[in-house]
């Protein structure tokens, strides 16, 4: 009994620590997998590495939270159209606002309508920059906002813009350049690009400006522009190593997908401090993608884009319908008549279908697969979205 036991245990400890060996003294099946998996994890600590994506630098992947622009807006007059302006009786505020106008400049205008067709109400937008100082000019959009046929040549007068909070932060005014042009004759018109649309550059003065406390944080927030925990991780860690070999300590912290804090250290301004990290270059990284347009056929596929081996047939169903009736005789001495008997012949065939097996384990594959199909871009939209549905496309899918 003794000596069975120790047999027996000799047995169970040659199955568990050697080779797991099969009958035939071969390694049993999946053994040198699990061997490969017990030495990657035999370390006690799994490091997950994130694949690395190009090299960017921290100030073309994130912008400073505190750091934005303010959006403004105003509504005003462009005068000095040749006849292209708002039709005064389709756009009653345009005839409103040249009264106030005109008003205001010390003309009186009661007991007369204006017939002008020179002028064109107008919405003037405009992006404030952050730390811009007062005097500064900023660039402006004109958009007509009655039925002004076009802008070219007109002088946008003085217009007040104001941000969200209702106050007045510049006042734009300056000729209007305009991309586009519209010519009209009594039978044809022809119109290329917007010409109801414009900007003038420079053409706004910042009369106040937004207050900002940059050279008081004592944390700064950096906005990632394409949101990703990976790129998140990797600029906390560069910044990280940058400070500890600079300020002796790890001054970043990644919050979410979006946010990095960096504690500012003492002795060093913001801006300083910020212009030292935002040259640090990172492997930004991303979720694979694969967008669509199907209104104008566009298709942007990302590096990372992957697809399993699958079976694809395309090709158009073409269904061909001809009648053609035949003349039945009757046979030689029978009392039987000449009739016309219906006959009908349809055809279905797909003369550009084929069949190609697809499998993406790169970009280059992918695409050298997909134009192997020979189909159009509206066909291989189809295509995405019915792998996409086997579920053999392992990435997000965006319809636009």
Same mark, same amino acid.
């Given at each position: 009994?003794?000596?069975?036991?120790?047999?027996?245990?000799?047995?169970?400890?040659?199955?568990?620590?050697?080779?797991?060996?099969?009958?035939?003294?071969?390694?049993?099946?999946?053994?040198?997998?699990?061997?490969?998996?017990?030495?990657?994890?035999?370390?006690?600590?799994?490091?997950?590495?994130?694949?690395?994506?190009?090299?960017?630098?921290?100030?073309?992947? /994130?912008?400073?939270?505190?750091?934005?622009?303010?959006?403004?807006?105003?509504?005003?007059?462009?005068?000095?159209?040749?006849?292209?302006?708002?039709?005064?009786?389709?756009?009653? $505020?345009?005839?409103?606002?040249?009264?106030?106008?005109?008003?205001?400049?010390?003309?009186?205008?009661?007991?007369?309508?204006?017939?002008?067709?020179?002028?064109? /109400?107008?919405?003037?937008?405009?992006?404030?920059?952050? $730390?811009?100082?007062?005097?500064?000019?900023?660039? =402006?959009?004109?958009?007509?906002?009655?039925?002004?046929?076009?802008?070219?040549?007109?002088?946008?007068?003085?217009? *007040?813009?104001?941000?969200?909070?209702?106050?007045?932060?510049? =006042?734009?005014?300056? *000729?209007?350049?305009?991309?586009?042009?519209?010519?009209?004759?009594?039978?044809?018109?022809?119109?290329?690009?917007?010409?109801?649309?414009?900007?003038?550059?420079?053409?706004?003065?910042?009369?106040?400006?937004?207050?900002?406390?940059?050279?008081?944080?004592?944390? +700064?927030?950096?906005?990632?522009?394409?949101?990703?925990?990976?790129?998140?991780?990797?600029?906390?860690?560069?910044?990280?190593?940058?400070?500890?070999?600079?300020?002796?300590?790890?001054?970043?912290?990644?919050?979410?997908?979006?946010?990095?804090?960096?504690?500012?250290?003492?002795?060093?301004?913001?801006?300083?401090?910020?212009?030292? +990290?935002?040259?640090?270059?990172?492997?930004?990284?991303?979720?694979?993608?694969?967008?669509?347009?199907?209104?104008?056929?566009?298709?942007?596929?990302?590096?990372? =884009?992957?697809?399993?081996?699958?079976?694809?047939?395309?090709?158009?169903?073409?269904?061909?319908?001809?009648?053609?009736?035949?003349?039945?005789?009757?046979?030689?001495?029978?009392?039987?008549?000449?009739?016309?008997?219906?006959?009908?012949?349809?055809?279905?065939?797909? *003369?550009?279908?084929?069949?190609?097996?697809?499998?993406?384990?790169?970009?280059?594959?992918?695409?050298?697969?997909?134009?192997? +199909?020979?189909?159009?871009?509206?066909?291989?939209?189809?295509? +995405?979205?019915?792998?996409?549905?086997?579920?053999?496309?392992?990435?997000?899918? =965006?319809?636009?």
């Amino acid at each position: 009994m003794k000596r069975a036991f120790v047999l027996l245990l000799a047995t169970l400890v040659g199955l568990t620590a050697g080779h797991a060996d099969g009958p035939d003294g071969k390694p049993a099946q999946g053994a040198g997998k699990n061997q490969q998996l017990a030495a990657d994890y035999s370390g006690g600590e799994v490091q997950f590495r994130p694949s690395s994506g190009p090299i960017s630098r921290i100030k073309d992947i /994130a912008m400073l939270q505190s750091a934005r622009d303010n959006q403004l807006v105003g509504y005003g007059l462009v005068i000095g159209l040749s006849g292209s302006g708002d039709s005064l009786r389709n756009s009653p $505020f345009t005839e409103q606002s040249i009264r106030a106008m005109l008003e205001n400049l010390g003309i009186a205008t009661e007991g007369g309508r204006s017939r002008a067709k020179n002028v064109a /109400a107008v919405i003037v937008t405009a992006n404030m920059p952050p $730390f811009v100082q007062s005097g500064a000019r900023i660039d =402006v959009t004109v958009s007509s906002l009655g039925d002004a046929t076009s802008l070219t040549g007109g002088t946008l007068i003085m217009t *007040p813009l104001k941000a969200a909070d209702g106050e007045i932060y510049a =006042v734009a005014q300056g *000729p209007v350049s305009v991309s586009g042009f519209s010519a009209q004759g009594d039978a044809e018109t022809l119109t290329q690009g917007v010409p109801t649309a414009g900007r003038v550059p420079n053409g706004a003065i910042v009369e106040r400006q937004v207050a900002a406390e940059f050279a008081d944080l004592g944390t +700064l927030t950096l906005q990632l522009r394409n949101p990703d925990f990976s790129t998140a991780v990797m600029i906390a860690d560069a910044i990280n190593e940058y400070s500890r070999q600079r300020f002796g300590k790890r001054l970043a912290s990644e919050q979410d997908a979006r946010t990095v804090l960096i504690n500012k250290p003492k002795g060093i301004s913001p801006a300083r401090f910020f212009a030292e +990290l935002e040259n640090l270059v990172v492997a930004t990284d991303a979720p694979a993608r694969v967008v669509i347009d199907e209104r104008t056929g566009t298709i942007v596929i990302g590096q990372d =884009v992957r697809i399993s081996k699958v079976a694809i047939s395309h090709g158009t169903l073409t269904v061909r319908i001809k009648e053609m009736p035949r003349v039945v005789q009757p046979e030689p001495f029978s009392r039987g008549q000449t009739a016309e008997e219906p006959f009908t012949d349809i055809q279905a065939d797909r *003369p550009d279908s084929k069949v190609a097996l697809l499998d993406g384990p790169d970009l280059e594959t992918l695409v050298a697969g997909l134009n192997r +199909l020979g189909v159009k871009p509206d066909g291989i939209i189809a295509i +995405l979205q019915g792998i996409k549905s086997a579920g053999a496309l392992q990435a997000d899918l =965006v319809v636009q």
